[in-house]
């Protein structure tokens, strides 16, 4: 069952002003160590930003809170599985909203595309309450 969808469309380059702007500051506001190090390997970091803030506003969506409630944005990251599938890391108040939506005696599961056509990068999350199982 479907319990939370949320989407996010950005211009990648309100992406780069911001980062011009605001650079570490922004950074360190935003995004994990883990997305932080995986954009900085990349020819253009902006891009792979623009794909991780995107898909923030997206799970902030699916979770029915935005930025509010005690919901941050470095409480959702962005991480990829061991085959490169992307997928999201919730802590503090967006597991707790994640839990608090979750149906009794069902598990969440998140399902996570990211994609980008300069200058634009969307995102698209779903969230589903799977049967706990034994």
Not at 54 to 72: I, Q
Not at 83 to 112: Q, V
Request: net charge positive.
């Amino acid at each position: 069952m479907i319990i939370g969808i949320g989407n996010d469309l950005i211009d990648i380059r309100r992406i780069e002003r911001t980062l011009e702007r605001f650079g570490e500051r922004f950074i360190r506001r935003c995004f994990t160590d883990i997305e932080r190090s995986k954009a900085e390997r990349r020819y253009k970091p902006a891009d792979t930003y623009a794909k991780r803030y995107a898909a923030k506003e997206a799970c902030t969506k699916a979770l029915g809170t935005g930025f509010s409630r005690g919901v941050f944005w470095r409480d959702i990251g962005v991480v990829n599985l061991p085959s490169g599938k992307p997928t999201l890391a919730l802590t503090n108040g967006a597991l707790e909203r994640l839990r608090e939506i979750t149906p009794d005696g069902m598990k969440a599961h998140i399902e996570l595309t990211i994609t980008d056509e300069p200058p634009m990068a969307e995102a698209l999350v779903i969230i589903q309450a799977l049967p706990a199982g034994p």
